[in-house]
């Protein structure tokens, strides 16, 4: 990774992006800020443009327009043909919305491999493992895994990276209740240790028990954003509509 030149406000931020695929505007003018010790909710319909977002700040999609600004070092993108070849992982990690777990690899394999590569400490693993209810399918092939079994195992892989920014596309929606319980705790404990996290979800109610923040998104547009309690007293009636249907 190039050499970051560092600010005193670390942040992981996505200014004025825009994003056309095939002549539509899937983003269209959005800002928004991962930052160190905060969990930042994702939220809007499905399509909306959650998981571009996602994509375009971990800079594996770029943008059409924009500027993903990392750490004070900024990644501008002037068109379509913008593209850096340099990616941020894993001090920026996703777990994509599809896991993208290899299938040929045992579940425990594909934990411990991007951690060998990362020369990632593993005194972690069991502890983790052992929350993450995953050990009985460690030496199970993902195929041969329930969703939420995959889910747990992507996570546990990404948690382990010990990352800076962590992005999270959707990674509870085949969890049992019980165990977003348990993923929540986990993500407070690593907001504490100062990591920015950025949570794509339609568990509202996740979203306001752990979240400091909010970004609500509808169409690739921004309706709305800010501290985590306006999800009570939205003011959009946007955002008031789609919230109608959680309570
Ligand atoms: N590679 C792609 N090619 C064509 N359309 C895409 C592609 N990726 C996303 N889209 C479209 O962009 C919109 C936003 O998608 P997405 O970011 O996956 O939304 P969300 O994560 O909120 O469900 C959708 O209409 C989707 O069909
Ligand atoms: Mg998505």
């Avoid at 992006?17 to 539509?24: A, H, L, P, R, V």
């Avoid at 999270?168 to 049992?176: K, M, Q, Y």
């Avoid at 794509?200 to 985590?228: P, Q, R, V, W």
Wanted: aromatic share 8%; charged share 20%; hydrophobic share 40%.
């Amino acid at each position: 990774m190039q050499k970051i030149i560092l600010k005193d406000n670390y942040m992981l931020e996505g200014k004025n992006i825009y994003k056309q695929i095939n002549g539509s505007e899937i983003l269209n003018n959005i800002s928004l800020n991962v930052v160190p010790s905060k969990i930042s909710c994702l939220i809007g319909p499905s399509g909306s443009g959650k998981s571009t977002i996602i994509n375009c700040l971990s800079l594996l999609t770029p943008p059409s327009k924009g500027v993903v600004t990392l750490n004070g070092q900024d990644f501008s993108f002037e068109n379509e043909k913008s593209s850096y070849s340099i990616f941020p992982y894993p001090l920026v990690t996703v777990v994509f919305q599809g896991l993208f777990l290899f299938p040929h690899m045992t579940n425990e394999k594909n934990i411990l491999l991007p951690l060998q590569e990362h020369n990632k400490d593993l005194s972690n693993f069991d502890i983790l493992v052992d929350r993450l209810k995953i050990r009985e399918v460690l030496n199970k092939y993902p195929n041969e895994c329930s969703g939420g079994e995959k889910q747990r195992v992507a996570l546990a892989r990404q948690i382990l990276l010990e990352p800076q920014y962590l992005l999270l596309d959707e990674v509870t929606s085949a969890l049992d209740l019980e165990t977003v319980n348990t993923v929540a705790e986990i993500l407070v404990e690593m907001r504490n240790k100062g990591v920015g996290i950025l949570l794509a979800t339609h568990m509202i109610n996740l979203a306001k028990t752990i979240g400091n923040d909010f970004y609500f998104i509808d169409k690739g547009i921004m309706i709305e954003s800010g501290n985590i309690s306006r999800l009570n007293t939205p003011e959009t009636e946007r955002l008031n509509k789609f919230l109608q249907i959680y309570i």
